[in-house]
């Protein structure tokens, strides 16, 4: 499978942080959305973000980044 996304760029996130954020077309594993705490399926399109500035302490840049389903993030829903 090939796995198409889009180049990143800073969005707002639920949190009114600036986000790095990448669109992905479909994902090649498993992950947890942190907006509603449920997968994020094999082959599902979604969203991934990482904070452009972490507070001291939290992981930052790529460490940071977490997959959320797409209408989760368009919906702002915060991290549980």
Do not use: I
Request: hydrophobic share 30%; charged share 20%; net charge positive.
């Amino acid at each position: 499978m090939t796995r198409l996304s889009s180049m990143p760029h800073t969005e707002t996130g639920p949190d009114g942080s600036d986000y790095q954020v990448r669109r992905v077309s479909l994902s090649s594993k498993e992950y947890t959305c942190p907006g509603c705490l449920r997968p994020v399926l094999v082959g599902a399109a979604h969203v991934v973000a990482w904070p452009e500035e972490a507070p001291y302490g939290l992981p930052q840049g790529l460490d940071g980044r977490r997959h959320w389903h797409t209408d989760c993030w368009n919906r702002g829903l915060r991290p549980n």
